[in-house]
Structures are given as structure tokens and as C-alpha cells.
């Protein structure tokens, strides 16, 4: 059983459509990270949570620590959104603070 | 953000030589840096947790001989792949974690790496 599970692990969306991953965990955790990796494998931290909410332009990042879940919105998206986006928790001191990663949501976007 | 930077970004050796991948942070010092690797389609593994000054910490399954990690500055953290074989390549990924001021919310945050391409034929 994987300590991360992400859903949808694949998504194509029109340009300008509102787009909702999903990311659950079972483990207790310090940290939640959101990253992007691009088709040439550079990866980008967008968010860092551990409550509440987030924004950074289009991109809102939710977590709700007691059901262990989090999600990342993109509005009005766009083709340039399309990556692969992965949901990695930071556990606590008592785990060493060790990363678990989830396996990644493919993104496409169409004009 | 913070910058991370990796050299080289791609590498082709052959069976036998031993490779070294080296992570920057430029703007930012790191105590901690972690270095990861990614087989096709598939996510992040975490590797070791590489410490400034101190031995790194493999995670399980991870051999401390093939893969040696230094630490020897704030700054630079480097991946030696010894003796590399065809299946040890892969896509290795550095991640650094900025020192900070101890009480800001964001001391776990981690820059990434642009990655490195190894290919050992």
C-alpha cells in the first residue's frame, strides 16, 4: 500500500477549464509539498502546506490535516499547465522526517 | 525561489566507470540535501539524505558503496555512481533545503534540482 495515492493519474482538459488533483496520505505528516516536473524532468516546488490554504496565481493548494487530504486547483487552465504533478508528504521527527511520494497526475492541456 | 543548480545535466558513460553528479545551491546554504532518482514513468525515490559535515543517510535498499554521497560544504553536494551498470540508469534529481531563519514556516522547503540524465551503455 502506497503511503500516497494521488488521483486522477491521468487528466487532458480543455485550455480555460477549472482542474482539481487530488492527493490522500496515511501517514502523519510535518509537511505536504506539491511539485511539478516537466516534460524534460525539471521539477518545481509550488506549494509547501501544513494547514489551510494556498494561492500563487492560478494554482490553489488546500490541505484538511485531520481527513489526510489535499488538493491542487488550476483555474483557467492553460496548455503551458501541462506537467506532471506530484503530491509528496514530509513525515515527523518521529519518521525521521522521511518523503513519501505519490505516484504523480499527468496533465494535458489542449488548446 | 532558491536556485539548484546540477552538473551535468546528462551523462553517458560505459559499464564500469564511475560517474559524478554534482547539486549547487547558489543563492541559499544547505545543510540538508537529498538526492533522489526516477526510473521512466514512474516518481521520486528518495535516495539518502545528504548532511553537511556528516555521513549521509541511505534509505533502505539504497547501497552506501555504489552510491557515495559528500557533503563537504554548505553549498555542494555531490553523487558518485560507482562501477555504474546499464540498470542504474536513471534520472538523478538533488534537492536542497534552505537554511532558513529557524522559525519561519517555510524550513521545509526544498529546491529542486534541474536533474541529471545518466545513461551508462
Redesign the interface.
Known amino acids: 500500500k502506497n503511503e500516497v495515492e494521488q488521483s486522477p493519474q491521468n487528466l487532458t482538459a480543455q485550455e480555460g477549464e477549472f482542474i482539481t488533483i487530488n492527493c490522500s496520505y496515511s501517514v502523519g505528516i510535518?509537511?505536504l509539498?506539491w511539485?511539478q516536473q516537466h516534460p524534460?524532468?525539471?521539477?518545481?516546488?509550488l506549494f509547501?502546506l501544513?494547514s489551510g490554504k494556498k494561492k500563487h496565481g492560478r494554482l490553489i493548494a488546500t490541505i484538511n490535516i485531520q481527513e489526510k487530504h489535499s488538493s491542487l486547483h488550476i483555474t483557467a487552465s492553460h496548455p503551458r499547465d501541462s506537467a506532471v504533478y506530484?503530491c509528496?508528504v514530509?513525515g515527523t521527527p518521529n519518521t525521521?522526517?522521511?518523503?513519501y511520494?505519490?505516484?504523480?497526475t499527468s496533465l494535458t492541456v489542449i488548446p | 525561489g532558491a536556485v539548484v543548480s546540477q552538473h551535468p545535466s546528462w551523462v553517458i558513460c560505459k559499464s564500469g566507470t564511475s560517474v559524478k553528479i554534482e547539486c549547487r545551491s547558489l543563492d541559499f546554504q544547505a545543510t540538508t540535501m537529498f538526492w533522489y532518482r526516477q526510473f521512466p514513468k514512474q516518481s521520486l525515490m528518495l535516495m539518502a539524505t545528504s548532511n553537511e559535515g556528516s555521513k549521509a543517510t541511505y534509505e533502505q535498499g539504497v547501497e552506501k558503496d555504489k552510491f557515495l554521497i559528500n557533503h563537504a560544504s554548505l553549498t555542494l553536494s555531490t553523487l558518485t555512481v560507482t562501477s555504474a551498470h546499464p540498470e542504474d540508469s536513471s534520472f538523478y534529481i538533488c534537492s536542497a533545503r534552505d537554511i532558513g531563519w529557524v522559525f519561519r514556516e517555510s524550513d521545509n522547503e526544498q529546491f529542486f534540482g534541474p536533474g541529471t540524465r545518466l545513461t551508462v551503455l
Request: aromatic share 8%.
Open positions: 510535518s509537511a509539498h511539485l524534460g524532468g525539471g521539477i518545481v516546488s509547501m501544513s506530484i509528496a514530509q525521521g522526517n522521511q518523503f511520494f505519490g505516484t504523480g
